[in-house]
């Protein structure tokens, strides 16, 4: 079972710009994720402020997430929703922005979320399941179980209507078994991409 990891991309610059490599399969290999993606996804947010999520797939179409932001920031986290966890409930964040090429891997068993830091943010992200509507589940943001301290603007939060509608953690019935590792034992900056020809 694969951790909560965050990979670090290098970024190669000259006088044209840069070059990044953003993902490959051997480099996320020797970060062990364990997983093949299948879908990505592109979301664009106009406030700052807008939250999306907690969400998640169930079993048997249950998501692992590769996430990263291409424009503006998040703040952005990965939720233990494993029956039997240790940290069953508990969170971690790191903020995901344009420039510091981090990518967070969140693995089969946790929810997702992110609230953007400024307007007109981009976020990109794998899957390795596609889209189930019927699987399709969440945890209410604002849930004090979750002991989440957003950082929200003074303006509020901006959410869907369908997040608005979602569970708390004391009537979820989790669909996931925790196998491996605690929230604590995060895989931080592992690295992501190689050095390339200035051809590139």
């Not at 891997?105 to 007109?120: D, E, K, Q």
């Amino acid at each position: 079972m694969s951790k909560v990891t965050l990979l670090t991309s290098s970024r190669h610059e000259d006088s044209r710009g840069w070059f990044s490599e953003t993902y490959s399969t051997s480099a996320a290999d020797a970060a062990g994720i364990d997983c093949v993606f299948v879908q990505e996804n592109h979301s664009f947010s106009k406030n700052a402020g807008t939250i999306r999520g907690i969400h998640f797939q169930s079993p048997p179409f249950a998501q692992a997430k590769l996430v990263r932001c291409i424009r503006g920031s998040i703040m952005d986290y990965a939720v233990d929703l494993r029956r039997g966890s240790p940290t069953y409930g508990r969170s971690i964040s790191v903020e995901l922005n344009a420039v510091n090429n981090r990518q967070l891997f969140v693995p089969v068993g946790f929810g997702h979320a992110f609230i953007t830091m400024v307007p007109n943010t981009e976020v990109i992200y794998k899957v390795s399941a596609p889209y189930a509507p019927r699987h399709d589940g969440g945890i209410l943001w604002s849930d004090p179980n979750l002991g989440i301290d957003w950082p929200l603007p003074a303006s509020g939060p901006v959410l869907s209507e369908k997040d608005v509608a979602l569970p708390q953690l004391e009537s979820f019935m989790s669909p996931f078994e925790f196998e491996g590792d605690a929230l604590d034992e995060v895989e931080w900056n592992a690295s992501l991409g190689s050095a390339h020809p200035t051809g590139q």
